[in-house]
């Protein structure tokens, strides 16, 4: 007789499911035995960490729309996964955790850890998921699995943990008493589609129509709903400035005219001046987060504001749209591109969007093509762009790399081709990742970006890259430092030095590490030796790390870049200060 684990197994399978990301235990060892008996139709990729499981998971749902599935035992296992689970959840990443559970009866033995590893796990994960559900019968599993995807799936996307007893794991499954069915519905985001009410479409076409400077924002909701041909249909009709943020990287080609790259602090300085000359704010798929909305200074008072999301919080989160669009993206763009009348050429507009790009590029030009030593980060990642096939994928880290990759590596396509951490934005997150975005990707090259600090949070995963043999090249861009901080505490507090990685006579040797765990590693201290390394990396069968010494100086956050260059006041908020959302406002109607 079959058992649990076996149920489980069959019941992803036939949700579509074909990685499941994770660390054994013994609670969990069931599961794993059902999987090993559908090899056909569903593969476990073994992380070295738990934390990192989530992390994979997430790439894998980002590239594939699909719930990312990721399985953890009880207590340490369980513990580790929040990191990857906030950044899901922020980031409204579908994502289910598997997750061990001591047995239901000995609820009193959890606390302090007196049966081994116990805790209180459903309380635990309440704080971090979209959902958690505590399985308390066999009878009651496959609903609960089913519910999972579900809310996995549906506005807005997030991550679910999924509690299992282990005496439930354990447990024989007759599949003549105890039948399973999925719902093919929630096998991908989203779960449902709506779209927002005629009458409101129609404000918002006749609100286009008026507009002299229209502008599109594009968030990681265009890429959530599947939407980046009608977001990019719709882009060129309107003929006006289009940003994203750096989820929505993609969402739009980056090489058309009207395309001016991530409004960011760390971003493209042509989005950030030009959105503020824009009479008309489309937000789509955006939250407005606090990087998007440029420390919430955006919409500026004089600009109306057309928000299309369907999570119904957004309208309104900290100002009043002019108009609100309630709809999933894809299907709302359809409509609104349907209600607008002929819009006439804006020679104007086009006019000042390319003479802002033509004078940031002029600026980008100099630091791509540029000898100084040590290495520059913009000259490496052009070398890297240039390199790129239209379906290989770029994994950033957090940090300064997000900046490094957003304002020099061009989106030639609409499609997610990249995939930052924003959700979070925590550190270590694109190793990991790669290893997601591999597993579904494997024609597919590989790269991440990351900075030694963040580097040096999963190393250890590359021996899962070794392990798989896959096709990634792991850019570590090194500088001996934590490079943002670094700056900051010497910018605002007298240089501490609590943010330094090395002395000056022992450096860790990223790419040394790597040929020990069985991956190709190579180091670069001058720019005519980035092309060879990247060359060797590229042609390499299997992963490798590629170690680049760089400018410990270097920033892409432009507030850094004029404090450094001017040594006088920045406008960059000091530490400590607490950020007031600016007065709730109705945004005006052109």
Known sequence: MAHIGDLIAEMLAQYGVDYVFGMPGGQTTALHDGISRRTDRIRHILMRDERNAAYAADAYARLT??????????????NLLPAGFLEALNASIPMIGIIGELPLDWLTLKEKGIASQGFDQLSFFKTCSKEAYLVPSVAALPELIRTAFRVATAPRPGPVALIIPHDIFDAEWDEDLLKIAVDDRARQMPYLRSCAPTSEIDKAAALIAKAKRPALVCGGGVHGSDAVEVVTAFADRLQGLVVTSLSGKGSVPETRDYAAGVLNPLGAKAAIDLIKEADLLIWCGSKVSQNTGMNWTLPLAEQATITIDFDPL????????????????RETIVALDAALPTLGANPEWAARIAEVKAKSEAEKLVETTSELLPIQPPRLMSEIASRLGDDDIIVSDASFAAGWISGYI???????????ARGQGGLGYSVPGAIGAAAVRPDARIVTVAGDGAFSYTIGELATQAQYNQ?????????????????????YFNNVQSAVLETQSVKPGYAGAAQALGLLGIYVEKPDEIGPALDRAFAHDGPSVVEVRIDDRATPIHSFKRRLREKTETPYPRPGTVYKLRDWKISPDL
Not at 65 to 78: M, Q, R, W
Not at 473 to 485: A, E
């Open 471 to 491: 096709r990634i090249v792991n850019i570590v861009i090194n500088n001996g430092k934590l490079g943002w901080i670094q700056l900051w505490q010497e910018l």
């Open 65 to 78: 729309g699909k719930p990312g599935i990721c399985d953890v035992t009880v207590g340490p296992g369980a």
């Open 314 to 329: 957004e309208h309104g989160r900290t100002f009043r749209p002019t108009v609100a669009l309630m709809g999933d993206v």
């Open 410 to 420: 061009p989106a030639k396509r609409a499609g997610r081709q990249f995939l930052f």
